[in-house]
């Protein structure tokens, strides 16, 4: 279902300091998460949406 508005909230994660992206975002799918293809160039940040379709960025680890 499309959302009417958007949010301006903006939630960004980081995976744990000794963490990576990826297995971050597999940890997150697991838990309901999704995986959202924007066409984007940066792979530092990963673009996903919650299971309620709220978009929030993954990041690599710091």
Not at 24 to 43: I, N
């Amino acid at each position: 279902m499309p959302w009417a508005w958007q949010s301006r909230h903006r939630f960004v994660l980081t995976p744990p300091g000794d963490g990576d992206q990826q297995t971050e975002a597999g940890r997150l799918v697991a838990l309901g998460a999704t995986r959202l293809d924007l066409s984007q160039t940066d792979a530092s940040v990963m673009v996903m949406a919650d299971p309620d379709g709220r978009e929030f960025r993954l990041l690599t680890a710091r």
